[in-house]
């Protein structure tokens, strides 16, 4: 249940701040005073699309509403409390806060303070909250909404039985796609076949498994250098050893450290240094020439390994950029050769669970299509009697049923509302004969058969009353009225009658202050309430007549809920 609004910058709504409470609601006021924004707003809140006309003064645009769910609309399992969890949104204390912001960056939006997307706000709000808009009854002029209106009537038992159809169907068509990936003439298998068993070989002689690119590489640096390491290793070793070579230098500079040290006792540790050098150069000689000598100088490898790198980049180029991809290639092809060899199984195989599927699918669309041959019955009787209380007397309606050429989402029955609202008239469309009397009352008998289906908390009908006046207009305010055992009803009206049944009234003016307008919305007192009801009775001259039969028609209004309540 809707317990607070608040709407701020809303084009003209400039701040409202409003409380609601069970029952029934009524909001009026003069054409023109802002009644459509506020249904706008609450269509925002709701997910609608959002446009620049509704921003005011460059201010971002914002609609918040607290909701209260009823224990049942809340507890474990329900389709809200799963939305919520799904969602991840918390729900400890017992409301639901929606907030949605709209500026020139764009739309904002967030649940129990957590931003979450336009659609998870959407999915949420159509568990909270549904808006008959003033112009829902043109949907009644296209033959496609009358299959939706028909299944809200059967309810939750076709909700499995659609589920089962979407699911086949979804399977079908990826057996569909298997077939037709193996709709291939025995030339083409044979083409296929011979090319996967090329190239499951090529990757196979490879051996990678066997391969460390990366050792092969240090290998091949290495082998490459070879000769330009010969060269300097052979001057290395000609440096320390040839003549006058660094070795020979060394060896006569120790011995005259010799003769020094043999004079002079203060130079032996550079004495002792001096061989010490000499001995190191010595081991730097020896080492050397294990250097050289194993250097391997090998043009044969050096192609072999080379072929082995051309082969690298050729598998690199047709199946993959490493050894990973280029095995995973493999591994492909080898099952779509198996799959090749055994086509013929395959497809009989993909054939059966064809016609499975057809078969599940055949039963599941005759059964839905059972489920809505019993309920058009159903609805037909009422429709008939919700419209005769609404002063259509001499109608006959019916649903017939054709079949579509193929089985679809929602199984195989096309439908059409068929009506004659005048003796000896011949039953046409409801899309083609329909007045816009009519098609509002029709519209209305489809939304008060649906809600008493519905586990929608709070009904919006914004001026539902088009082309009703008279004793129509009271059947219709009470037929609201009762709407309010299950629901939480708002309405937007200019009918005094739907008006005077309300629980509470608001109303809706546009003011002038300054240069600019605004609108404000306000919860009426009696002595306001009473005011309204004769405006909406006498229009703009207001007589104490008129002030008098809004009273009395306010007071028979009580008397009827007091009655009612008694009756239930």
Same mark, same amino acid.
């Given at each position: 249940?809707?317990? *607070?609004? =608040? %709407?701020? /910058?809303? !084009?003209?709504?400039?701040?409202? #701040?409003?409380? @609601?409470? &069970? ?27 959002? *446009?620049? =006309? %509704?921003? /005011?003064? !460059?201010?971002?645009?914002?609609? #918040?509403?607290? @909701?209260? &769910? ?29 907030? =949605? ?468």
């Amino acid at each position: 249940m809707l317990v *607070e609004l =608040r %709407i701020q /910058h809303f !084009a003209l709504l400039e701040k409202i #701040e409003l409380s @609601f409470y &069970p029952g029934e609601s009524v909001v009026t006021g003069e054409t023109g005073s802002g009644k459509s924004l506020f249904v706008d707003a609450l269509d925002f809140l709701r997910g609608a699309r959002s *446009e620049r =006309r %509704i921003l /005011h003064e !460059a201010r971002p645009a914002i609609v #918040e509403a607290v @909701f209260i &769910p009823a224990p049942e609309e809340i507890c474990e399992g329900s389709p809200l409390r799963e939305c919520l969890e799904v969602l991840d949104i918390p729900y400890e204390d017992g409301n639901i806060i929606v907030r =949605r912001e709209f500026s020139a960056k764009g739309s904002k939006q967030r649940l129990n303070d957590i931003s979450v997307t336009l659609q998870s706000l959407r999915t949420v709000m159509a568990l909270l909250l549904d808006i008959h808009a003033q112009n829902a009854q043109n949907l009644l002029k296209s033959p496609s909404t009358y299959l939706p209106l028909l299944d809200a009537y059967v309810g939750k038992d076709a909700i499995p039985l659609k589920d089962c159809l979407k699911k086949d169907l979804a399977s079908r068509e990826k057996v569909a796609a298997k077939l037709q990936a193996l709709a291939l003439s025995p030339e083409e298998v044979l083409r296929e076949t011979d090319l996967l068993h090329y190239q499951i070989q090529e990757i196979e002689d490879a051996h990678l498994e066997d391969l460390n690119e990366e050792a092969l590489e240090q290998e091949y640096k290495s082998l490459v250098s070879a000769t330009e390491r010969m060269r300097m290793a052979a001057r290395l070793s000609e440096a320390l050893e040839g003549d006058r070579g660094l070795r020979d230098g060394l060896l006569r500079c120790a011995q005259a450290f010799d003769e020094l040290a043999g004079n002079d006792a203060s130079a032996s540790d550079m004495r002792d240094m001096m061989w010490q050098i000499e001995a190191e150069t010595d081991t730097l000689r020896s080492d050397l020439s294990r250097y050289r000598n194993g250097i391997v100088i090998d043009p044969m490898r050096i192609q072999e390994i080379d072929t082995i790198f051309q082969m690298l980049q050729n598998l690199r180029r047709k199946y993959g950029q490493n050894f990973s991809e280029i095995l995973a290639f493999r591994n492909t092809a080898e099952k779509r050769l198996a799959l090749l060899q055994g086509i013929e199984a395959e497809r009989e195989k993909l054939r059966q669970e064809d016609r499975s599927l057809e078969v599940s699918l055949e039963k599941n669309a005759a059964a839905l299509h059972d489920l809505r041959r019993n309920a058009a019955h159903k609805l037909e009787d009422r429709v008939k009697s919700e419209m005769l209380e609404m002063a259509i007397k001499s109608m006959s309606f019916s649903i017939p049923f054709t079949k579509t050429e193929s089985i679809g989402r929602n199984g195989y029955d096309r439908i059409d509302f068929r009506i004659s609202t005048n003796p000896g008239e011949p039953m046409q469309s409801l899309s083609e004969v329909a007045s816009g009397g009519e098609m509002s009352r029709f519209m209305l008998a489809m939304k008060i058969i649906a809600s008493e289906i519905s586990a929608m908390p709070t009904l919006i009908f914004d001026e539902i009353d088009t082309g009703i006046s008279g004793r129509t207009a009271q059947v219709v305010a009470e037929k609201i009225s009762r709407l309010t055992e299950h629901h939480q009803v708002i309405v937007i009206t200019h009918l005094p009658q739907i008006a005077a049944l309300a629980d509470t009234h608001y109303e809706v003016v546009k003011e002038t202050h300054g240069a600019s307008t605004i609108t404000v919305m306000r919860e009426l007192d009696e002595a306001g309430r009473a005011a309204e009801q004769a405006r909406l009775i006498g229009g703009v001259h207001i007589t104490e007549t008129t002030r008098s039969s809004a009273e009395e028609m306010i007071e028979q209004a009580k008397r009827w809920r007091m009655q009612r309540k008694g009756r239930s």
